[in-house]
């Protein structure tokens, strides 16, 4: 078996991956913000909410982080055919990955000495300003390099979304090489890519971990 490369095939088929690139960016983007703002309020509210409120909420999380992502696409693809499959994929990607960032950000919270509370409480502060200004910024601070690993992981899972016929850059790679023939190049491709769009952010978050170390 030999290795059949070919730098002009290569060429070509970048600016196929390209839109494809696009197209995982993008799911990324959304994707992550849904999971950092949804993973934020479900770690509060399962600290501070009522008993009827956090025990099926626990339950619904379990539920999300021990059942493959591919069966949730599947899914509210199915369930949900109003929305577009990139809307959809943006939802799932979104809520599926909040549940891990709940449990990163309730380690953070948990992390706070239980000295900031008591002097919050001695300061007459209401719970609101307690959470925003006291218990917040200390915990986002302590969970940001783990939140920006859970963005990698996302990045690499977008190939995913191919099962309910989003055009990411794997599936881009793929269609190309159905039309041509052609796998090894676009495949290869796609995989620089991916390492070049993850190899600096992978860089940054730990020059992040050590600029937030206490």
């Known amino acids: 078996m030999s290795f059949d490369w070919d730098w002009d095939r290569a060429a070509d088929c970048v600016p196929v991956l390209w839109d494809g690139f696009k197209i995982t960016l993008l799911a990324t983007a959304l994707g992550f913000l849904i999971a950092a703002a949804l993973g934020l309020v479900i770690a509060i509210v399962r600290r501070v909410g009522p008993a009827m ?62 000295g900031q509370w008591e002097a919050a409480h001695a300061l007459s502060l ?27 992981s996302m990045f690499k899972d977008t190939p995913f979304l191919f099962a309910i016929t989003v055009v990411e850059m794997v599936t881009a790679a793929q269609q190309y090489g159905a039309r041509t023939f052609l796998y090894v190049e676009p495949i290869t491709m796609a995989g620089v890519l991916f390492l070049l769009a993850s190899y600096p952010t992978s860089i940054l978050i730990r020059r992040l971990e050590k600029a937030l170390a206490y």
Do not use: C
């Not at 956090?54 to 619904?60: D, E, G, H, I």
């Open 126 to 152: 209401s719970q609101r300003r307690t959470w925003r200004a006291v218990i917040l910024p200390q915990a986002v601070r302590a969970t940001a390099p783990a939140l920006g690993n859970y963005a990698i």
């Open 53 to 114: 409120v956090t025990v099926p909420l626990r339950m619904v999380t379990e539920f999300i982080r021990l059942t493959p992502l591919v069966v949730q696409l599947f899914f509210v693809y199915f369930t949900f055919t109003q929305f577009t499959a990139l809307q959809v994929g943006i939802v799932v990607l979104g809520i599926h990955y909040s549940t891990y960032m709940a449990e990163v950000y309730r380690a953070g919270i948990d992390a706070v000495p239980k």
